[in-house]
């Protein structure tokens, strides 16, 4: 038994200030937040009001708005994102290709450039003079240039092509590395077996790598359901509330608006359960019996 407990007690003295540090800045925070939103106020000067904020969630177009927003680009973005990924993946793993060094760190790149400095270039890029406008005036793609950060469609578009620039690369070192670990001698044996590209492709790789896309379709569906920078120094949500999503409408109760914190702590809290709701349904569409 003492030999057990000096274990024990060795094991918990390396591990507990890892333990301190997450508990005082992760779920202190988070449990500080749960209890801020049931108050609400000017300021700090904050009062109880129970599920009062959480009723109010229903009745509020601009929160409504900013929801429909983010489903948008979650369930337009996301799909898209992960198959680009996967598409260049197994391209880039492909031992024929010359390169294949230069072009994986060009496509990587976007993902470890500054947010707000990206967001800035797409903003000119996609302004009505902007490069992308005079391009397709050029080719004769259009018949006028597209108000791409003025019409609510193109806004939208626009933040999502934003998005998938930047992170399909982050997804696809995943994918890489994976398809790396995958031994060759399977696609020999099926290629022998007469089995096209095509079905190589459904039926070892997409199976082969089906932990990977749950991972990433998971960190994709949080990273989505909390944007902020795209949106902020994009279109700063507009035109009116077009492009607003739930990260931004929290700074806006915060910062921009008269502060109403206890508000805004509610609206955080719905960012936290739609991601635990999407988190379980991604993991039992996946397969995965423990959840």
């Known amino acids: 038994m003492s030999h057990r407990l000096r274990n024990t007690t060795i094991g918990w003295s390396f591990i507990a200030v890892a333990v301190i540090l997450i ?48 489903f948008i680009y979650l369930i337009v973005q996301v799909p898209v994102m992960i198959i680009l990924a996967l598409f260049i993946s197994v391209l880039l793993n492909d031992r024929t290709l010359k390169f294949k060094g230069f072009f994986r760190t060009a496509i990587f790149l976007p993902c470890v450039t500054s947010l707000v400095a990206y967001s800035v270039i797409f903003k000119y890029l996609f302004s009505l003079d902007g490069l992308i406008n005079t391009m397709l005036l050029k080719l004769h793609l259009i018949p006028s240039a597209i108000n791409w950060l003025t019409d609510p469609y193109w806004a939208k578009i626009t933040i999502i092509i934003a998005i998938t620039w930047r992170w399909t690369g982050y997804n696809m070192i995943f994918y890489l590395s994976a398809l790396q670990n995958v031994d060759q001698s399977i696609y020999e044996a099926a290629k022998i077996d007469g089995a096209s590209p095509f079905q190589q492709f459904f039926k070892i790789t997409i199976p082969m790598l089906k932990p990977i896309i749950l991972f990433t379709s998971i960190t994709s569906t949080i990273g989505t359901l909390q944007i902020f920078d795209e949106i902020m120094n994009i279109t700063k949500g507009g035109p009116g509330n077009a492009t607003t999503s739930i990260s931004q409408y929290i700074y806006n109760l915060s910062f921009k608006y008269t502060p109403d914190f206890g508000y805004a702590a ?26």
């Open 23 to 70: 508990s005082l800045f992760y779920f202190y925070p988070m449990g500080q937040a749960l209890i801020l939103s049931f108050k609400s106020g000017t300021g700090t000067n904050l009062n109880f009001v129970g599920l009062d904020n959480y009723k109010r969630l229903f009745g509020d177009p601009t929160f409504i708005a900013a929801v429909k927003n983010t």
């Open 266 to 291: 509610t609206v955080s809290y719905v960012i936290v359960f739609l991601i635990v709701i999407f988190a379980i349904l991604q993991f039992k569409v996946a397969g995965d019996r423990d959840v």
